[in-house]
């Protein structure tokens, strides 16, 4: 029998994607060959900024843009790439890209890379959806490579073991109402679940069923002010560790099951669904809704969601269109207080 061994080497990349968002677009009086650059992001331990370059008479009416490293005396391998994303449809039109061989970002010597003609300027502005509000919204990803890492030399097994499917199984048990020895009663539905697997994911669960007043405990349970269809995304949560796609359901209807479901997680203290919903929340925020966010957010204190529903609030050409909506005239009547810090936020960044 021959012994095999192996080694392996590996290249560590860290990526990271930057927003830049340009408001006032129309007021911009840019000279000839000047530029505006975003704020300074970090990836892989490198500070970068994107530089963008509006159309002038060298650069035959297109626009550029470029990476630029920004890290005093730093060297890094990146590769990269730049779009422009169309506010109506979300979707990205690439400007340029470096994504085929890394390139050197030198601070000392070659500290940008791009290209100064990336789309005539009459494309965009000929395109419903590149400036909205008069505001052009370009994104940047950008992946550093670290130097490759050679492994220790180990047996080679042949044995390959079959990937986990614990989750696949947890999500049979929770259809199986077999050894089930609990039931909830959601609105006019009914649901039967294992205690044992809500106490291992929920501290409230936990305390219910195996706390002090465990005795008292029915083994029916009338779950108040929740709708079944959250219920049930909650179970599939606590038995997979995931939230199932809703394809059925519009971007609406996603938004509102997002939202009870943070009230859910919150409520039975899962912290990684709670933060799941935030996540999404705050990537779909619109002028109609983000009022209504802001207030859940702020009620049950997830601050980075708050955040995020401020960010998007308080442009001048942004704002206008939230207050006019029916979520924040409602967010103005019942949370006075809450309206007051987003015009002081916005106020306080007009000032700086």
């Known amino acids: 029998?021959?012994?095999?061994?192996?080694?392996?080497?590996?290249?560590?990349?860290?990526?990271?994607?930057?927003?830049?968002?340009?408001?006032?677009?129309?007021?911009?009086?840019?000279?000839?060959?000047?530029?505006?650059?975003?704020?300074?992001?970090?990836?892989?331990?490198?500070?970068?900024?994107?530089?963008?370059?509006?159309?002038?008479?060298d650069s035959m009416g297109c626009i550029g843009v470029f990476l630029e490293l920004m890290t005093k005396y730093g060297e890094a391998w990146a590769r990269f790439n730049v779009c422009l994303i169309n506010q109506e449809s979300g979707q990205a039109k690439l400007l340029f890209s470096q994504s085929d061989e890394p390139h050197l970002f030198k601070a000392t010597g070659s500290p940008t890379m791009g290209a100064d003609k990336c789309m005539k300027m009459t494309d965009i502005e000929l395109t419903p959806g590149f400036i909205m509000n008069d505001c052009l919204v370009i994104e940047c990803a950008v992946s550093v490579m670290f130097e490759p890492k050679v492994s220790k030399t180990r047996a080679l097994c042949d044995i390959e073991?079959?990937?986990?499917?614990?989750?696949?199984?947890?999500?049979?048990?929770?259809?199986?109402?077999?050894?089930?020895?609990?039931?909830?009663?959601?609105?006019?539905?009914?649901?039967r679940a294992h205690k044992v697997v809500l106490a291992a994911r929920s501290p409230v669960f936990k305390a219910q069923f195996y706390g002090p007043m465990k005795e008292k405990m029915m083994k029916d349970i009338i779950v108040p002010d929740m709708q079944p269809a959250v219920f049930q995304v909650l179970?599939?949560?606590?038995?997979?560790?995931?939230?199932?796609?809703?394809?059925?359901?519009?971007?609406?209807?996603?938004?509102?099951?997002?939202?009870?479901?943070?009230?859910?997680?919150?409520?039975?203290?899962?912290?990684?669904?709670?933060?799941?919903?935030?996540?999404?929340?705050?990537?779909?925020?619109?002028?109609?809704?983000?009022?209504?966010?802001?207030?859940?957010?702020?009620?049950?204190?997830?601050?980075?969601?708050?955040?995020?529903?401020?960010?998007?609030?308080?442009?001048?050409?942004?704002?206008?269109?939230v207050v006019e909506s029916i979520g924040y005239q409602q967010l103005k009547r019942r949370y006075p207080s809450l309206a007051i810090e987003v015009w002081e936020r916005r106020n306080r960044i007009r000032i700086e």
């Open 1 to 57: 029998m021959e012994f095999r061994t192996i080694s392996t080497c590996t290249t560590e990349t860290v990526k990271g994607v930057h927003r830049f968002e340009i408001f006032n677009y129309s007021l911009q009086n840019m000279e000839s060959d000047s530029f505006i650059r975003s704020g300074i992001f970090h990836v892989g331990g490198f500070d970068w900024s994107l530089l963008y370059y509006p159309e002038d008479d």
């Open 161 to 191: 073991v079959p990937p986990s499917n614990i989750l696949l199984d947890f999500a049979t048990l929770l259809d199986d109402p077999e050894g089930a020895d609990v039931t909830f009663k959601v609105g006019e539905e009914i649901f």
């Open 235 to 321: 179970l599939h949560f606590i038995y997979t560790d995931s939230v199932p796609r809703k394809d059925r359901l519009n971007d609406d209807e996603n938004k509102h099951l997002m939202m009870h479901l943070l009230k859910a997680g919150d409520r039975y203290g899962l912290e990684r669904l709670k933060i799941m919903c935030e996540s999404f929340l705050a990537m779909n925020l619109d002028v109609e809704t983000v009022s209504d966010t802001l207030r859940l957010a702020d009620c049950h204190g997830c601050k980075k969601l708050k955040e995020a529903c401020m960010n998007f609030m308080i442009p001048p050409d942004r704002m206008d269109d």
